[in-house]
């Protein structure tokens, strides 16, 4: 650990206030990245070193009101609520800040359903032309193999 005159907190007091301030932060809807005190890797010291000054439940919770703050504005802007909202944007933005993603149709009924059920949905599930097209040529090769008797390295 570096000495105490190195630490950019030295003091329980000072680490106390970071602490504070970082949750505000995060809790306002920022990322981690845009912390103008510190950087992610400091800050990670910091919850590691000082986990009496950097309380995990407090960080966890100021991430998930960060979250409910973003989870607000596609709300009302998905109720029309505000002017010059854009759907786009904020999915894109969602997609990057909390991971979410595009479910698919069994991803869905998976959540409703049994892994075995997951797995009879997902048999059938509509397929594409060309998924449709090599499951035929696939079929179509392997009754010519069958019925085909002559040795390919043999000519007529």
């Known amino acids: ?3 105490a005159e190195a630490l950019k907190w030295p003091s329980q007091s000072a680490r106390k206030k970071a602490c504070a301030a ?3 932060h995060i809790a306002a809807g920022y990322s981690v990245e845009s912390f103008p005190e510190a950087d992610r890797k400091t800050l990670r010291y910091y919850a590691e070193q000082f986990p009496e000054d950097f309380p995990s439940a407090q960080l966890e919770e100021a991430a998930r009101r960060g979250l409910l703050e973003w ?3 596609g ?3 998905a109720r029309g609520d505000l002017a010059k909202f854009n759907a786009s944007a904020w999915t894109f933005n969602m997609k990057n800040r909390a991971g979410w993603r595009d479910r698919s149709e069994v991803d869905t009924w998976n959540v ?3 892994p075995e059920e997951a797995s009879r949905i997902e048999k059938l599930k509509p397929r594409s032309s060309a998924e449709i097209a090599l499951g035929v040529m696939a079929l179509l090769t392997s009754e010519d ?3 085909n008797d002559d040795n390919p390295s043999d000519p007529d």
């Open 22 to 24: 970082f949750c505000a």
């Open 112 to 114: 409703l359903s049994s």
């Open 145 to 147: 193999a069958k019925g």
């Open 71 to 73: 989870e607000k504005i």
């Open 1 to 3: 650990m570096p000495h």
């Open 75 to 77: 709300k009302e802007g």
